[in-house]
T-cell receptor
Framework: NAGVMQNPRHLVRRRGQEARLRCSPM?????VYWYRQLPEEGLKFMVY????????ESGMPKERFSAEFPKEGPSILRIQQVVRGDSAAYFC????????????FGEGSRLTVL | AQSVTQPDIHITVSEGASLELRCNYS??????LFWYVQSPGQGLQLLLK??????LVQGIKGFEAEFKRSQSSFNLRKPSVHWSDAAEYFC???????????FGRGTSLIVHP
């Protein structure tokens, strides 16, 4: 089953450490989106990538956060110098086209910052 | 830019009762519209989608939704709710020049036996 794969599913970091979250899109999908979800809140858009390109990063904090989707390998969401407020579930979704909006989601990576 | 509003944060229904979850969008042209469901600890799963044509769309698990342009709404319905339908439901529409899939804040469905 070539669904969207995210790892790790759970990640614990201490304040100041780095978190790296990985996402392998569905086979044949070249569009990847990252979302953050906090309890009692909806999904907040962070960044939209295509292979080797960041298309829209308007939802991603300017500092400490970065994302990439290399030609080979998974998409990576990187959070440097994590703070407690970064604790959340991070979801990756992929799609085959850019404007139908139909997304296929991974099961999420849950980051806890101690 | 498109915005998606789900006015109900929590909805409680009895098993076997009918269900309607509200979704309103703000956008001039006919948008693409979607409903997703999220079970605890899981990612989102597509329930149904509207692109064009028939304004009443059928989805999985017995759900349907009706697009009403005059009301800018895309409400999700189910005639008889099962306990396994308890989950978080999200309405979604693309937004902006990059067609970013934009979600409402979600409605938590609680099903009483």
């Amino acid at each position: 089953n070539a669904g969207v794969m995210q790892n790790p599913r759970h990640l614990v970091r201490r304040r100041g450490q780095e978190a790296r979250l990985r996402c392998s899109p569905m086979k044949g999908h070249s569009h990847v989106y990252w979302y953050r979800q906090l309890p009692e809140e909806g999904l907040k858009f962070m960044v939209y990538l295509q292979k080797e390109n960041i298309i829209d990063e308007s939802g991603m904090p300017k500092e400490r956060f970065s994302a990439e989707f290399p030609k080979e390998g998974p998409s990576i969401l990187r959070i440097q110098q994590v703070v407690r407020g970064d604790s959340a579930a991070y979801f990756c979704a992929s799609s085959s086209t850019e404007n139908t909006g139909e997304l296929f989601f991974g099961e999420g990576s849950r980051l806890t910052v101690l | 830019a498109q915005s998606v509003t789900q006015p109900d944060i929590h909805i409680t229904v009895s098993e076997g009762a009918s269900l309607e979850l509200r979704c309103n969008y703000s956008y001039g042209a006919t948008p693409y519209l979607f409903w997703y469901v999220q079970s605890p600890g899981q990612g989102l799963q597509l329930l149904l989608k509207y692109f064009s044509g028939d304004t009443l769309v059928q989805g999985i698990k017995g759900f349907e939704a009706e697009f009403k342009r005059s009301q800018s709404s895309f409400n999700l319905r189910k005639p008889s709710v099962h306990w396994s339908d308890a989950a978080e439901y999200f309405c979604e529409a693309p937004s902006g020049g990059s067609y970013i899939p934009t979600f409402g804040r979600g409605t938590s469905l609680i099903v009483h036996p």
